[in-house]
């Protein structure tokens, strides 16, 4: 039994004792207002959550059976909590799938590189914030740990929160399933600028050297039409004919990605081995101009092949003119995820540090709940995640896709919270759930935060707490948002400067310059 099913529920009822005379008063000063449940709603897919008027505090959505009873098993026991029997306020509950993806960011710096700045609607500040390093304590086993903290920002009443979730270390020598990755390669004639074939064969060989004896790998291209050119080899003892495939590879015309999407699932499917990971890897500009061009539409001809044999698709966006849109929807929806590589640096990064990660897994479907309390908070606003936000019922609905995570991964989100003048107290519980990538029984960790953890200004926090915000508020600018405690782009470039000396990392530097680049044009 796991216990961690009634936590939520437990701590909502210790907190709602505690506020319960004090609510009970304030409603009846206001007028003897009846008291009725709420009814459950989707309120999480609202960015910005106003408190006033509101009440009952939001624990994670209680557990629930198919035919909506509330009740939860403890010892073997059907048992009901207070919590269980009113249902949260929707306003106070913020869900959403775990997300790794990078592309946004390593695609707006390539366009702020060529002098440009990025399109607002290719801007997603989650894959910002995920981009760089955090400081995260890991779990020993499968799972997550839960990291819950905060600082005050320069705006009144405004602090960030910072929830990270991270997977155990990898280690490259420990024992993983094989993997069997089919590599769907564009070839049409946009790919032969310079960073993005040239650059794509590169990695592939540096990648095929990577991997181990008892890894398989498969080849298919595609402009007009796909072709397999290779079907899944076992790479002990043949590398030397995967490298001559990788070599073999020219450009050619148009881009019908939906046609090697389907090719590559076929491949996958052929040459899929029991007990591996099984991968579909797509390397495109995403500019698909021929044949099937809708993500939905190509997704559901390998839906199938997805949903029977489990294979996901890892998207790898390459070139200046990059169609963003495409790639992030196909790997959103095919349980996978996407990067973006702009130079060696980035394509060793994505394909020998990112790759290996992704062919264990330490969970499934996992999702994100984070319950704020009315009591101390007035207002709240989840800082991207637009397009993983699921609605709050379905936390533990595990019939709704979350994220598949491998080990050595953190995932964070930001949030801008306005804390109600003087508040004291519990401010927010962050939950995590996922099903073991094995047996598929679901598990969750949660977390806590109180108003005296708060750090009282983003100075005082500590540097990976700081390079978050940083990058939250870059890309927030990029998209001409109104982040409270914005310093301007001028100011977040000395913080990121800065930053990047007492971090000693090149990753924060590449972000100060990216900074800079966008300061110019302003």
């Given at each position: ?16 004792t ?42 994670p ?18 048992t ?9 306020s ?103 600028e ?13 990648m ?6 008892d890894d398989?790998?498969?080849?298919v ?30 450009t ?40 099937d ?20 698709l ?7 003119d ?22 060696d ?14 062919i264990?897994l ?13 009591e ?7 800082i ?60 969750e ?30 890309a ?47």
């Amino acid at each position: 039994m796991d216990t961690d099913r009634t936590r939520p529920a437990q701590e909502c009822a210790r907190h709602r004792t505690r506020h319960l005379r004090a609510t009970l008063l304030a409603l009846t000063a206001a007028g003897g207002l009846l008291l009725t449940g709420c009814g459950a709603g989707e309120g999480s897919h609202s960015n910005t959550s106003d408190a006033a008027n509101r009440t009952g505090f939001p624990a994670p959505a209680p557990a629930t059976t198919s035919g909506g009873d509330n009740s939860s098993e403890q010892d073997g026991e059907q048992t009901s909590t207070p919590a269980d029997k009113i249902a949260p306020s929707p306003d106070y509950l913020s869900t959403f799938v775990l997300d790794v993806d990078t592309a946004s960011y390593g695609y707006a710096r390539r366009i702020l590189a060529d002098g440009q700045l990025p399109d607002p609607s290719t801007i997603r500040p989650e894959e910002f914030v995920n981009s760089f390093r955090q400081d995260y304590e890991r779990p020993d086993g499968n799972g997550f740990t839960v990291t819950v903290d905060g600082a005050r920002t320069d705006s009144a009443n405004w602090s960030l929160i910072r929830v990270g979730l991270a997977t155990r270390t990898t280690d490259d020598n420990a024992e993983r399933p094989p993997a069997a990755l089919t590599f769907v390669i564009d070839v049409s004639g946009s790919m032969a600028e310079t960073g993005r074939l040239d650059l794509a064969k590169k990695s592939l060989d540096e990648m095929t050297d990577r991997l181990r004896d008892d890894d398989s790998v498969a080849l298919v291209t595609f402009s007009d039409e796909a072709e397999t050119v290779l079907p899944m080899t076992r790479l002990d003892g043949h590398r030397g004919k995967v490298h001559h495939a990788i070599d073999e590879l020219e450009t050619q015309s148009s881009t019908n990605l939906g046609a090697g999407v389907e090719t590559g699932y076929a491949t996958a499917t052929e040459g899929l081995r029991e007990g591996a990971t099984n991968r579909v890897v797509l390397i495109s500009d995403g500019l698909a101009n021929t044949g099937d061009t809708n993500a939905d539409s190509i997704l559901e001809r390998i839906s199938n092949e997805r949903r029977d044999h489990g294979i996901t698709l890892f998207g790898v966006g390459v070139g200046s003119d990059y169609g963003d849109a495409l790639m992030e929807k196909l790997a959103d929806k095919g349980d996978g995820h996407t990067a973006y590589v702009s130079d060696d640096a980035d394509a060793r990064k994505v394909f020998v540090d990112q790759l290996p990660q992704n062919i264990d897994l330490t969970a499934r479907d996992a999702k994100a709940q984070v319950a704020f309390d009315p009591e101390t908070v007035a207002q709240f606003r989840l800082i991207g995640y637009e397009d993983r936000k699921v609605a709050d019922d379905d936390f533990r609905n595990d019939n709704v896709d979350g994220g598949e995570i491998g080990p050595g991964h953190t995932v964070t989100a930001l949030y801008a919270v306005r804390t109600r003048p003087g508040a004291d107290g519990h401010l927010a519980t962050a939950s995590v759930r996922w099903l073991d990538p094995d047996t598929r029984a679901p598990h969750e960790e949660s977390g806590q935060l109180e108003t005296d953890a708060l750090h009282d200004s983003l100075s005082s926090a500590s540097p990976r707490f700081q390079v978050t915000a940083v990058a939250a508020y870059f890309a927030d600018s990029l998209r001409s948002g109104d982040l409270p405690g914005d310093p301007g782009l001028g100011e977040l470039a000395d913080r990121a400067h800065a930053l990047a000396k007492k971090t000693e990392d090149k990753d924060v530097r590449q972000l100060a310059e990216a900074i800079d680049e966008a300061s110019r044009m302003d």
